[in-house]
Each structure stands twice: as structure tokens, then as C-alpha cells.
């Protein structure tokens, strides 16, 4: 009879967790995706910059939220674990997901993939040097601040950097590579970048009934979602809501990482329920819960070719997750209680944090050794990269919870 109550309250969590992530589909593709469109086209912004600015923020909402709750109300290691499971299901999981889903092989710039991987290598370094001693002080938490100002700026001189970079790359490799095939090259980032446009200038009818039994039946379950965003987020696809982009980028962000709160939460209670350690929760079912935005919005942008954009969100978000980390520590050894330590209760998570900067080298590596490009074949290779590391970490982090 027990047993019984308790598969009961599974199932109605995980039917929940399935309506969240239909209504988190919609928010990104019909929402999201298309403020962050405009705000590309608006601004003048490339693909890439946008991606690991304005896009790696609207959806890493969740993770902030997530670290904020457990800085003040916990001990502080279930924001660590997510963040660190959650950057790595963003490194390896989602690229391995935009590689296997797009449908069409993408074609990679070197530069926006090496400027985000190493601002990601040096947030890392940053993290691991703060918990050597397993107590963040506030000049630890505040080099987090730092160096995420610091990528602030260079994306903000990222054209001048990117053409002298280019430069550097002609003089280096002028007498290796022909001019066919930097004409080809050009000519696929342009069409890539047309179609693109073309296709966020669609207008789409919310309440039109899809095709395929399952999709209507996905549909109507999602009904009561897709009517609440239509009456609170202004589609800036269509004309009269066109100027208020940033009115539908800020309402779409608030909708993903509350939607994404509530799913962790509902994960978290059938994690609990089945007794599973909260060292494993954080860097699993809450990791890839609070990334679920960030893997949305970079499959919806892959499938529409751009893949500097998806993979820029994809490492710009990891980025600013170390951010999500270091804020909330300054605001409590600063403002809450000045002068005082977080103590971080995790033996192993400093080693943990090494295997993010091997996946992180690994996945430029595969990427450079397939020509730049992201094809179905790479993104298997990531996703069985992903299962390892995930494996190994959580491994690592289980020893002490066991």
C-alpha cells in the first residue's frame, strides 16, 4: 500500500517535470530564441556574442537562482555541485546534442571557440585555487566578479580582437591554405546567417493544432502554458511587439528559470523519496535540470544553423556560472556577514574541477581534429564523453556521501 502511494507521487512529479519541459520548449523557441534574434539584429551583434552574452545569461536564470538558495539557506555544496555537474553537461551533453539534433553538419569559427574556452579554463583555475582549503574568503569570491568583467570587455572589443586574430591566422597559415577554399568558406557562413534571419522573421500562430497524434496530444497537455505565456510575454516576431524585445527577452529569462526551479524541485523530491546522496543529485538530476533552458535554446539555434551561436552559449554560459558561484559568496563574506569564510563541506570537489578543464580541452581538440566542424558522428563521441566524465565525477564526489 506504501509502495503504491509513493509510485503514485513518482508519477505525478514526473508528469510535472514532462509538462515543464513542453512549456519550456515553447518559452525558448517562440520566445527566447527570437527576443535574442532581435537583440542580435538590433544591436549590431555577432552570432557568437550574442550567444555567450545575452543568450548564456537569459538561460543560465536557473543556475543563479539555485546558487543564490543554496548559498543563504544551505550549506553551500548543492549550488557547487549543480554548477560544476552543470558545466559540464553544457561543455560535452548539449554540444553532443546540438551535434546529433541539427540535423545538418556545422560549420565552427576557430576564434569565438577558443576566446570562450579560455575564459572558461581561467574561471576554472580561478574555482580550483578558491577551494584548495575548502573555505572561499571574500577576495576568492571576488576574483570570480573579475574575471567575468574581464570577458565583459573583451567581448565588447571582440570585433578588433577577432580581426587581429584573423590576421595573425592568414600570416600563419597563408602558403597552407587556398583562397577556394576561404571563398567556400565565406559564402557557407553567409547563406548559414540568411536562412537564419528568414527564419525568425516567421510569424507563428500560437493556438494552431499541430500535425501527428502525438504532437496534438503534446499539445493540449502544454495548452494551459502556451496560453499563460501568450497572455505575459509580448511576441516580438510580430510587428506591433517588434521594438519591445527586450521586454520579451527579460519576461522569457524570469519564465525559464522559474519553470526550471520548480523542475529541479520536483526532481529533487523523487531523488529524496528513493534516497539517492545530495553530492549525486547536484551534479546529475539538478545539474542537467537547470541546464535544460541552455540545452533547449542552443538545439533550436543549431537546427537553424547557426552553431557559433549554440556552441558560444553553450561554454559562455559555463562561464558565467563561475560567476553565479563567486557572486553570491562575495555578497555573504561582504555584506551579510563581512570578514566571514563559506566553508565548503565536499572533500573531493576540488579535484573534481579538474575534469572540467579536461573535458573542456578535449572538446576543442575533437572540434579542431574534425575541421571545425560539428556533425552527428562528433556529437556521439560527446555524448559517450559525458556519460565518462559524469561517471568519474560523481564517483569521485559518492565515496565521501557513502
Given at each position: 500500500?506504501?509502495?503504491?502511494?509513493?509510485?503514485?507521487?513518482?508519477?505525478f512529479h514526473l508528469a510535472i517535470c514532462f509538462h515543464i519541459f513542453?512549456?519550456?520548449?515553447?518559452?525558448?523557441?517562440?520566445?527566447?530564441?527570437?527576443?535574442?534574434?532581435?537583440?542580435?539584429?538590433?544591436?549590431?551583434?555577432?552570432?557568437?556574442?550574442?550567444?555567450?552574452?545575452?543568450?548564456?545569461?537569459?538561460?543560465?536564470?536557473?543556475?543563479?537562482?539555485?546558487?543564490?538558495?543554496?548559498?543563504?539557506?544551505?550549506?553551500?555544496?548543492?549550488?557547487?555541485?549543480?554548477?560544476?555537474?552543470?558545466?559540464?553537461?553544457?561543455?560535452?551533453?548539449?554540444?553532443?546534442?546540438?551535434?546529433?539534433?541539427?540535423?545538418?553538419?556545422?560549420?565552427?569559427?576557430?576564434?569565438?571557440?577558443?576566446?570562450?574556452?579560455?575564459?572558461?579554463?581561467?574561471?576554472?583555475?580561478?574555482?580550483?585555487?578558491?577551494?584548495?582549503?575548502?573555505?572561499?574568503?571574500?577576495y576568492e569570491s571576488a576574483a570570480f566578479f573579475v574575471s567575468y568583467?574581464?570577458?565583459?570587455?573583451?567581448?565588447?572589443?571582440?570585433?578588433?580582437?577577432?580581426?587581429?586574430?584573423?590576421?595573425m591566422k592568414e600570416k600563419i597559415i597563408k602558403q597552407t591554405e587556398?583562397?577556394?577554399?576561404?571563398?567556400?568558406?565565406?559564402?557557407?557562413?553567409?547563406?548559414?546567417?540568411?536562412?537564419?534571419?528568414?527564419?525568425?522573421?516567421?510569424?507563428?500562430?500560437?493556438?494552431?493544432?499541430?500535425?501527428?497524434?502525438?504532437?496534438?496530444?503534446?499539445?493540449?497537455?502544454?495548452?494551459?502554458?502556451?496560453?499563460?505565456?501568450?497572455?505575459?510575454?509580448?511576441?516580438?516576431?510580430?510587428?506591433?511587439?517588434?521594438?519591445?524585445?527586450?521586454?520579451?527577452?527579460?519576461?522569457?529569462?524570469?519564465?525559464?528559470?522559474?519553470?526550471?526551479?520548480?523542475?529541479?524541485?520536483?526532481?529533487?523530491?523523487?531523488?529524496?523519496?528513493?534516497?539517492?546522496?545530495?553530492?549525486?543529485?547536484?551534479?546529475?538530476?539538478?545539474?542537467?535540470?537547470?541546464?535544460?533552458?541552455?540545452?533547449?535554446?542552443?538545439?533550436?539555434?543549431?537546427?537553424?544553423?547557426?552553431?557559433?551561436?549554440?556552441?558560444?552559449?553553450?561554454?559562455?554560459?559555463?562561464?558565467?556560472?563561475?560567476?553565479?558561484?563567486?557572486?553570491?559568496?562575495?555578497?555573504?563574506?561582504?555584506?551579510?556577514?563581512?570578514?566571514?569564510?563559506?566553508?565548503?563541506?565536499?572533500?573531493?570537489?576540488?579535484?573534481?574541477?579538474?575534469?572540467?578543464?579536461?573535458?573542456?580541452?578535449?572538446?576543442?581538440?575533437?572540434?579542431?581534429?574534425?575541421?571545425?566542424?560539428?556533425?552527428?558522428?562528433?556529437?556521439?563521441?560527446?555524448?559517450?564523453?559525458?556519460?565518462?566524465?559524469?561517471?568519474?565525477?560523481?564517483?569521485?564526489?559518492?565515496?565521501?556521501?557513502?
Open positions: 500500500m506504501q509502495r503504491a502511494k509513493i509510485l503514485r507521487g513518482v508519477l513542453c512549456a519550456l520548449t515553447v518559452v525558448c523557441e517562440d520566445y527566447f530564441v527570437s527576443s535574442l534574434n532581435r537583440i542580435t539584429k538590433c544591436l549590431g551583434l555577432k552570432p557568437d556574442v550574442a550567444g555567450a552574452t545575452f543568450m548564456a545569461v537569459g538561460s543560465s536564470a536557473p543556475t543563479l537562482f539555485i546558487s543564490i538558495i543554496s548559498t543563504f539557506f544551505t550549506e553551500g555544496d548543492i549550488g557547487l555541485g549543480t554548477i560544476v555537474g552543470s558545466t559540464i553537461f553544457n561543455t560535452l551533453f548539449i554540444i553532443a546534442l546540438c551535434g546529433i539534433g541539427a540535423g545538418v553538419t556545422l560549420r565552427l569559427n576557430w576564434y569565438p571557440l577558443f576566446r570562450d574556452s579560455t575564459m572558461y579554463v581561467i574561471s576554472v583555475l580561478i574555482l580550483m585555487v578558491a577551494l584548495y582549503d575548502r573555505k572561499i574568503h571574500w568583467s574581464m570577458y565583459i570587455v573583451i567581448m565588447y572589443f571582440n570585433a578588433s580582437i577577432e580581426e587581429w586574430s584573423q590576421k587556398s583562397p577556394d577554399s576561404e571563398i567556400e568558406e565565406q559564402d557557407e557562413e553567409i547563406t548559414i546567417e540568411t536562412s537564419e534571419q528568414d527564419h525568425f522573421d516567421e510569424e507563428v500562430n500560437h493556438f494552431k493544432l499541430p500535425n501527428g497524434f502525438f504532437s496534438k496530444l503534446i499539445w493540449i497537455f502544454t495548452l494551459p502554458s502556451i496560453i499563460l505565456f501568450h497572455l505575459t510575454i509580448p511576441d516580438c516576431r510580430k510587428k506591433e511587439w517588434r521594438k519591445f524585445y527586450l521586454v520579451t527577452f527579460t519576461i522569457s529569462a524570469f519564465w525559464m528559470g522559474g519553470l526550471s526551479y520548480i523542475l529541479v524541485w520536483m526532481v529533487s523530491i523523487v531523488g529524496y523519496t528513493y534516497k539517492i546522496p545530495e553530492c549525486v543529485m547536484g551534479m546529475t538530476f539538478l545539474a542537467a535540470g537547470s541546464s535544460l533552458p541552455d540545452a533547449i535554446a542552443s538545439l533550436v539555434v543549431a537546427k537553424q544553423g547557426s552553431g557559433d551561436m549554440a556552441v558560444s552559449n553553450c561554454i559562455g554560459s559555463n562561464v558565467f556560472d563561475m560567476l553565479c558561484l563567486g557572486l553570491p559568496w562575495l555578497i555573504k563574506t561582504t555584506i551579510i556577514s563581512p570578514n566571514s569564510v563559506v566553508q565548503i563541506q565536499s572533500e573531493n570537489i576540488f579535484f573534481t574541477s579538474g575534469i572540467l578543464i579536461a573535458s573542456i580541452i578535449c572538446t576543442v581538440l575533437l572540434i579542431a581534429l574534425n575541421k571545425w566542424r560539428l556533425d552527428e558522428k562528433l556529437g556521439v563521441i560527446f555524448l559517450v564523453m559525458y556519460l565518462l566524465f559524469l561517471g568519474v565525477a560523481t564517483f569521485i564526489e559518492v565515496l565521501p556521501c557513502c
